[in-house]
């Protein structure tokens, strides 16, 4: 599959050149428009600092990304980079380089290990997996964490080398041209730091297992504790960043509890069947074990304490969870395997598996042989933990959907299982021996990826990223901008979903947030660079004249700049249920004027513009 290139640099140009792709393909997706969730963003941080908590939790979100943002924002603007759609995506972004770079980091460090299973040398488990964190006084001994890159280990005998160079290749490939991450990549919001943040967690979990399974280690006990701060660090920060992080923190510190009571288990099962003097080490292994266990439940409590505190910042969210059903609600079988392409990467890697095992009719486990002491004894391995990180969260969230406790079934809540998936199918390929098995199965996840995702219709079109976000914000504002008069009023249907089911009169805090995509960024400007003030339209229709009617002795008849979040067809219909633009009559709350299009309605992909002309209400005395 790789067998072009040859030598080092060649290998480390190959794969800086995946890098470079994804952070091309993430840096190109940020050209469009910001749509209505980056629009909050934008909103939320254009205020003073002391409206961000309140701001943000009208949109449900915790307020510490928010402040993050607005700090960053501070220095953006001192060292040149300002506030626009650069200033507030590029943190996205540079989360989303960072990601690439501590994968390549975990890649190039599990791959060797992977190998010298394959070719029958033994290894621990974690030894590779781990991420190899520099604290004070550890240095690695005994084989606890070998050298990342032994020349003479597996790199140089029997194709090593293609091998080692695919092993890294492959998943960054999966992971480097996934459309979908482009978008979180680029997108101003906190999905992409979560992923980050998430990542890491699992990879000090497993340097955790390290060090509490050999504490003899120079520093060892001071590693852990280290270790066990940084954890408690990564899922208190995860969860006021988004409450939807309690997901996964809670399947990290679950996995930490099965590792270590198997362990118990193991040594214990070890001292009953004789194998350990219970006077010797194995006695005070097991009471390591045990202190080991009692800390990590206590780390589990600090988390869940601290991190319950998140949802003060947000106190009618857990009454408010229904709304999200609209999106993240559906919970068929279909909707199960679609959110992730699980298929498409595990799928041909099992296949290519399977089939090793009846052309050689033998089947390597892997982790039976993974330790060196005799008796019963059973160590989670990365399957377990990998799978344990893409599924349990996946799941979790589809079973409380389907429960209705609580519709979180969406991908940009579950965004923090999608490179543990990417993970798990690149441990799974490491058991493929046969390089053309291995390159076959990498190449059909490959490209059914990109077929599944429209990558490969959007480069047949001529195109980078395509267009991702279909919400022409920006242009819709720029088009009604080049025709703004300063009498001419504001409205916007943002069809949000806090928009259902208002009462009227619409209040100043309502209207505020109802109409925030015109608030931020994208406000319109009156003569004298003020920002236009918008009128919030309700999600019924029913309610807009009453919302746009205006007291006939205070403005005479005036254009309505009308923006609508939906395409150009839809506005059509809504507007058709007023009565084709005329005689709307009394409605709720008293006459209204009359409304009649000036022009056609314009359509900028997901968001629509139609200019009205609106007559104020005739007096009752006038009225036949």
Not at 76 to 93: D, H, K, T, Y
Not at 131 to 156: F, I, M, T, W, Y
Not at 495 to 504: A, D, H, K, S
């Amino acid at each position: 599959m790789l067998a072009i290139v040859r030598g080092g640099a060649l290998r480390q140009w190959f794969v800086g050149g995946l890098i470079s792709a994804g952070m091309i393909f993430g840096w190109a997706s940020m050209a469009e428009s910001l749509w209505v969730d980056e629009l909050h963003t934008s909103w939320v941080i254009s205020g003073a600092f002391s409206d961000i908590q309140s701001r943000a939790a009208q949109g449900n979100q915790s307020p510490f990304y928010f402040y993050l943002l607005h700090g960053l924002q501070w220095v953006g603007q001192a060292v040149g980079i300002g506030s626009g759609e650069l200033g507030i995506r590029l943190p996205s972004w540079i989360a989303w380089c960072l990601l690439l770079a501590v994968i390549v980091r975990e890649l190039k460090r599990v791959q060797p290990a992977a190998l010298s299973m394959n070719s029958g040398s033994q290894t621990q488990p974690w030894s590779r997996l781990a991420c190899r964190l520099r604290l004070p006084k550890q240095r690695d001994r005994g084989g606890v964490l070998p050298a990342a890159h032994s020349q003479g280990d597996s790199e140089n005998e029997g194709g090593g080398d293609l091998a080692s160079l695919s092993l890294v290749a492959i998943p960054l490939a999966w992971l480097a041209l996934d459309r979908i991450q482009w978008f979180y990549a680029s997108e101003a919001r906190v999905y992409s730091m979560l992923q980050l943040l998430s990542f890491l967690g699992w990879l000090v979990i497993a340097q955790l297992f390290v060090a509490a399974r050999n504490p003899s280690r120079d520093g060892g006990e001071h590693s852990v504790a280290i270790l066990l701060a940084l954890w408690i660090g990564l899922g208190v920060g995860m969860v006021h960043l988004h409450v939807t992080s309690m997901l996964v923190v809670v399947w990290q510190w679950l996995f930490g509890l099965v590792a270590l009571g198997l362990n118990w288990w193991g040594q214990h099962m070890r001292l009953q069947a004789g194998f350990e003097a219970s006077g010797g080490g194995g006695g005070a292994r097991l009471t390591r074990t045990v202190s080991s266990l009692v800390r990590w439940c206590g780390c589990g409590a600090i988390v869940g304490g601290i991190g319950s505190t998140a949802l003060l910042w947000t106190p009618g969210l857990w009454n408010r969870r229904q709304q999200w059903e609209s999106f993240a609600g559906e919970t068929s079988w279909t909707a199960l395997f679609q959110l992730f392409p699980v298929l498409v990467l595990v799928g041909p890697v099992v296949t290519a598996l399977a089939l090793q095992y009846f052309l050689k009719g033998t089947h390597r486990a892997g982790w039976s042989r993974q330790n060196s002491c005799p008796g019963p004894s059973v160590v989670p391995g990365p399957l377990v933990m990998w799978c344990m990180a893409a599924l349990g969260p996946w799941l979790t969230a589809w079973g409380m959907a389907a429960s209705q406790l609580a519709p979180l079934f969406h991908r940009r809540y579950l965004l923090v299982c999608a490179v543990p998936l990417v993970m798990l199918a690149a441990w799974l390929l490491s058991r493929v021996e046969n390089h053309w098995l291995r390159g076959g199965a990498a190449w059909v996840a490959l490209v059914g990826l990109l077929f599944t995702q429209g990558t490969l219709d959007v480069w047949r079109n001529g195109e980078l990223v395509g267009w991702q976000r279909v919400e022409g914000w920006r242009q819709a504002t720029e088009y009604v901008q080049a025709q703004h008069r300063p009498a001419d009023q504001l409205a916007c249907a943002s069809q949000l979903i806090e928009g259902e089911g208002l009462p009227l009169p619409l209040d100043a805090t309502w209207n505020r947030y109802l109409s925030f995509p015109l608030r931020g960024l994208y406000g319109i400007s009156i003569p004298g660079g003020l920002p236009g003030e918008p009128q919030a339209l309700t999600n019924d229709v029913k309610q807009w004249p009453q919302l746009l009617q205006v007291d006939s002795a205070a403005r005479a008849s005036h254009r309505v700049w009308l923006f609508f979040r939906g395409p150009a067809e839809q506005l059509e219909q809504r507007l058709q249920e007023l009565g084709d633009f005329q005689a709307l009559g009394a409605q709720e709350g008293g006459p209204s004027g009359t409304l009649t299009a000036v022009a056609p309605v314009r359509g900028f992909g997901r968001v629509s513009v139609v200019l009205l002309n609106l007559e104020p209400p005739q007096p009752r005395s006038e009225v036949r």
